[in-house]
Structure formats: structure tokens, C-alpha cells
């Protein structure tokens, strides 16, 4: 199960429900990815995608449906975020399903305080927490 605390600072006035990842599915160009050394590798015109459901006390919450957003993935380069690139989100029936393509080279991240920004922005009552999910591309 993929489970990282957000940083205390940020929740402290987040009174969201907090719905952890399970068993999030990386694919690149339509198969699954494994991870590698902490990370899993792309080229740029490879698709990806990254999938889990969104559980709350261990069961899936298919009662959240019909979302569609975007979220930044970080290009990180000695330590600092250099560039944001966004990629489409869909929500169907408690699947949280995470695609496109990496525009440039690069060590690309997903991290889950990122996500949950972008569910503010649309006013969402819950949140996720989830490891960071690395790209090298």
C-alpha cells in the first residue's frame, strides 16, 4: 500500500477526509512499469499512466465519480523544481487514473501534496496521501 503523511504545516487547518492510495498500477506505453532503484523510466513519447483507487477504512470509494482535473508532475534537477508539466486526470467510480506524455527529459514527480492542491481548487472535500512517484525520462 502507497501511504506518505502530507506535511503537517499545510494540514493543520485541512479538515478534508483523507483517503489513502492502495496499490497504485504505473504503466508506460500501455504495460506495467516496475520500479527500478526508486524509480520508473520513460522516453518522452512514451504514454503513461498511473492508476489506484481511492480507499477510505479499506474500502474503495465509488461513490466519487465524474471528476476531471489536472495535476503538475515536478522536473526536479539538483534538488529544485525547475519546470511543471500537467497532466489529465479522470475519477470514475473511485479510480483515480492519472495520464499523458513527458514533453523533455528529465527526473519527473508526482507528489501527492501537488494532488491535493489541485482537488482544493475544485473544492473537493477529501484528499489523498501517497508516496511520491518518481520518473526518470
Known amino acids: 500500500m502507497a501511504v506518505i503523511n502530507v506535511a503537517e504545516e499545510e494540514n493543520k487547518n485541512d479538515e478534508r477526509i483523507n483517503h489513502n492510495t492502495d496499490g497504485f498500477v504505473v504503466k508506460v506505453r500501455g504495460v506495467i512499469a516496475t520500479k527500478v532503484n526508486g524509480y520508473y523510466y520513460a522516453d518522452t513519447s512514451n504514454k503513461v499512466s498511473i492508476k489506484f483507487d481511492i480507499i477510505l477504512d479499506g474500502e474503495t470509494r465509488v461513490d466519487i465519480d465524474q471528476i ?3 495535476i503538475p508532475l515536478n522536473l526536479i534537477f539538483k534538488g529544485e523544481c525547475i519546470a511543471e508539466m500537467y497532466l489529465d486526470v479522470a475519477i470514475i467510480a ?3 487514473t492519472i495520464s499523458g506524455k513527458f514533453t523533455t527529459p528529465g ?3 508526482l507528489d501527492f501534496d501537488c494532488v491535493n492542491q489541485s482537488l482544493k481548487s475544485i473544492d473537493s472535500d477529501w484528499k489523498l496521501s501517497g508516496d511520491k512517484i518518481t520518473f526518470l525520462v
Open 107 to 109: 527526473k519527473w514527480v
Open 94 to 96: 473511485g479510480a483515480f
Open 68 to 70: 476531471v482535473l489536472k
